[in-house]
């Protein structure tokens, strides 16, 4: 097995996390990943409402007994969501692990450690994971460059990113961005986190809830086919590269840039689940990660968590015959 601070904290066999995904953390993909071994996240936002949440909440107990979380993430918004009625909702269901992103978030924290809940935050910074920590967070997640959705503005890539949060953090963290199998797992290992997150994976497995057409597409994709958009907005978002982001990034960079309002229906969150339905590629704006140049397959959730750790072990253990005595290196 492998035994970490995350393995330990949730009470789960695997340290791999589910993160939360927009119209894809539903109760069944949720529980097939905590059943498997790692923990599985809802998303709070992809309910309509916080009774919304709660029923989720309650169909994803009658599927597993296993730890699972809650994510809720702090969106830019002229109307935001009732974030405290879905945390509300949530703690009163019992839910005991969060998962927090976006600006501002430690009201929230706040209220989830004052109802001993654990809480991972995930942070596209060191200064934002120290500040987080202050906030009084269990674990950071750290989001390399190569993640999916918002990489933040600060384009470091993972490599260096979990190198610097060795350096400076106190907590543990974990890694998020680029990682698709046990390889990544134990590599991150390397760099000093103690779990993985894991969100453009679980996107190509049986139970995820996308259209297989969008699963298929991206099994033949490569690493090349993801782009950035609101870069000039500076809200940077990573989705996969189709004509609808095409012609985002194309207005981007017009001379003067563009507004959102003119690039509102393009990238509008009702075209974009529409794709994940309907099972059109082209239809919106999709998240998706580097990742999916390393996903070659579409497996259950429990293949997929086994093969995880046990190419991790392998790796870990082929990484142990590299240190050698002296006298047999002369040898």
Same mark, same amino acid.
């Given at each position: ?271 974009? !689940?529409?794709?994940? %339905? ?5 239809? =919106?704006?999709?998240?998706?990660? #580097? $990742? *999916?140049?390393?996903? &070659? ?9 086994? !093969?995880?750790?046990? %190419? ?5 253990? =082929?990484?142990?015959?590299?240190? #050698? $005595? *002296?006298?047999?290196? &002369?040898?």
């Amino acid at each position: 097995m492998l035994v970490t601070a995350l393995t330990k904290l949730l009470g789960i066999r695997v340290p791999v996390v589910q993160g939360g995904m927009q119209w894809v953390g539903v109760p069944q993909l949720v529980a097939a990943v905590s059943n498997a071994g790692g923990l599985g996240v809802l998303t709070a936002l992809t309910q309509p409402n916080p009774d919304a949440l709660r029923n989720a909440i309650r169909e994803t107990r009658k599927l597993t007994g296993k730890p699972f979380g809650v994510n809720i993430t702090l969106l830019p918004s002229i109307n935001p969501p009732d974030y405290a009625g879905y945390a509300r909702a949530a703690v009163e269901e019992g839910v005991k692990i969060f998962e927090t992103a976006g600006n501002n978030p430690g009201q929230l924290i706040r209220y989830f450690k004052d109802h001993g809940c654990i809480v991972i935050h995930k942070c596209t910074t060191i200064r934002h994971a120290k500040s987080a920590a202050r906030h009084g967070v269990d674990v950071l997640s750290i989001d390399g460059f190569e993640c999916a959705g918002h990489p933040g503005e600060e384009d470091i890539g993972g490599l260096v990113l979990l190198a610097r949060a060795a350096q400076e953090l106190q907590i543990p963290y974990i890694a998020s961005g680029g990682i698709a199998d046990g390889r990544g797992l134990a590599a991150v290992f390397a760099l000093g986190a103690c779990g993985a997150n894991m969100g453009t994976r679980f996107m190509c497995t049986v139970e995820s809830p996308i259209h297989q057409n969008i699963k298929d597409k991206i099994v033949a994709s490569s690493e090349t086919d993801t782009v950035h958009i609101f870069r000039t907005l500076r809200n940077t978002a990573r989705v996969f590269k189709n004509p609808v982001s095409t012609e985002v990034v194309a207005l981007e960079r017009r001379p003067g840039g563009a507004k959102f309002e003119e690039l509102r229906d393009l990238v509008s969150g009702a075209r974009g !689940r529409k794709v994940y %339905e309907l099972g059109d590629p082209d239809y =919106g704006i999709w998240s998706a990660g #580097v $990742s *999916v140049g390393l996903i &070659k397959d579409c497996p259950t959730c429990d293949e997929l968590v086994r !093969r995880i750790e046990r %190419e991790a072990e392998e790796v870990i253990e =082929g990484l142990g015959k590299l240190r #050698v $005595s *002296v006298e047999k290196a &002369k040898l």
